[in-house]
């Protein structure tokens, strides 16, 4: 089946400090999209990186990174600089051909905590 | 505020009533879909519109649920028969084209809790 796995329900971070929310996805398509969102306690999903199966850099976005690493069907979020603000939870997806890219298919989410 | 809008935010509905969500998209934005999440899981896809045409179903999406854009414009997504067990939280988006690097714009979403 096609599915996105987020293996921590929860993460806690200092502010300041980097943290890494892991992504694993599971695909047999050779293009498809990579996708991170931000849910705050608001319930809206906020947009925050973007990586396309065919390139070949990382994606970057001001203080977000992605580690994309094809072979691994791994796509991992890098937070740098963690602020208290960036305390919510953290949802990958994915776009497949199927049904022209027109479905999200979401894990289960990672709820991080950012300390003062 | 020209960002997706969903109305109601809050619904508490005895079981077996209907009710109804409201969806406006961002108004360029041909692509309309609808997500449902349950506590502690990520959304999951009920269906999508194209204008308002609705392409794609999902099973999820049981006879019970219909969802409509008359005009192609605002959706509306319809319990009817409430259940205990459609408590949850009820995403829009939308989008303006459809490929492997769409984003979908969401609204704040109606948390709906059948008692």
């Known amino acids: 089946a096609q599915k996105i796995t987020q293996t921590q329900p929860g993460m806690f971070v200092q502010e300041k400090e980097a943290v890494t929310l892991d992504c694993t996805y599971d695909?047999?398509?050779?293009?498809?999209?990579l996708f991170w969102y931000k849910q705050p306690s608001s319930g809206e999903m906020i947009f925050l990186i973007y990586?396309?199966?065919?390139?070949?850099q990382n994606a970057t976005e001001g203080r977000y990174s992605l580690n994309f690493q094809k072979a691994r069907k791994s796509a991992n979020l890098v937070i740098s600089a963690s602020q208290l603000g960036d305390s919510a939870m953290y949802f990958c997806?994915?776009?497949?051909?199927?049904?022209?890219?027109?479905?999200?298919?979401f894990g289960a989410g990672t709820r991080l905590a950012v300390h003062p | 505020d020209t960002g997706v809008s969903q109305n109601p935010r809050h619904k508490i509905t005895k079981r077996g009533q209907n009710v109804t969500f409201r969806c406006d998209p961002i108004?360029?934005?041909?692509?309309l879909y609808w997500y449902r999440q349950t506590l502690g899981q990520g959304p999951e896809f009920l269906t999508y519109?194209?204008?308002?045409?609705?392409?794609?179903k999902s099973r999820l999406l049981s006879d019970r649920f219909s969802a409509e854009r008359p005009k192609g414009s605002f959706s509306t997504l319809e319990i009817q028969r409430t259940e205990q067990g459609d408590s949850a939280m009820y995403l829009c988006?939308?989008?303006?084209?459809?490929?492997?690097?769409?984003?979908?714009?969401f609204g704040q979403g109606t948390r709906l809790t059948v008692v």
């Open positions: 997806a994915m776009r497949r051909p199927s049904g022209g890219y027109n479905k999200l298919i």
């Open positions: 108004s360029e934005h041909n692509r």
């Open positions: 519109f194209q204008n308002e045409a609705q392409l794609e």
């Open positions: 695909t047999s398509d050779q293009s498809y999209g």
């Open positions: 988006a939308s989008s303006l084209a459809s490929g492997p690097n769409t984003e979908a714009f």
């Open positions: 990586q396309g199966s065919y390139d070949e």
